[in-house]
C-alpha cells in the first residue's frame, strides 16, 4: 500500500522560510519513476498546485510561487521537498503531497491518486 507522509510545516512570519518534506512508502510506487506535486489548500478555498516535478525531472510551478518555492526529491530517500523562501501570508494553507501513477504529469491534480494527509503552514504578517 502506498503511503505519503508530510512532515515540516510550521508557523513563520512574512518573508520566512520553511521547508516541507513527504516520505514516500510502498513497493507499488516507483518513486524515481513517478510525477510527484505538491499542492496547498486554503480555508473556504479550492486545493490548488503549487509545484510539480515529472519522472525526467520537469518541473512547473504556479505563478504565485515562482521564484519564491523550489521543489525537489530525494530518490534514494523516496523523499520530496519543498523550500518555500520569502513567504507570504497567502501562502498559509494545508499543504499536501500526492503522486501520479504514471511518468507525466497530468493537467489536473484531480488526477493524482496517492495523497498524503497534509502539513500546516502559516505565515504571520
Known amino acids: 500500500q502506498v503511503q505519503l507522509v508530510e512532515s515540516g510545516g510550521g508557523s513563520v512570519q512574512t518573508g520566512g522560510s520553511l521547508k516541507v518534506s513527504c516520505v514516500v512508502s510502498?513497493?507499488?510506487?516507483?518513486?524515481?519513476?513517478?510525477?510527484m506535486g505538491w499542492f496547498r489548500q486554503a480555508p473556504g478555498q479550492e486545493r490548488e498546485g503549487v509545484a510539480q516535478i515529472d519522472g525526467d525531472g520537469s518541473i512547473k510551478y504556479a505563478g504565485s510561487v515562482n521564484g519564491r518555492f523550489t521543489i525537489s526529491k530525494d530518490n534514494a530517500k523516496r523523499t520530496l521537498y519543498l523550500q518555500m523562501n520569502s513567504l507570504k501570508p497567502e501562502d498559509t494553507a494545508m499543504y499536501y503531497c500526492a503522486a501520479y501513477g504514471g511518468r507525466l504529469c497530468p493537467a489536473s491534480g484531480i488526477d493524482f491518486g496517492y495523497w498524503g494527509q497534509g502539513t500546516q503552514v502559516t505565515v504571520s504578517s
Open positions: 510502498g513497493d507499488r510506487l516507483r518513486f524515481s519513476w513517478y510525477c
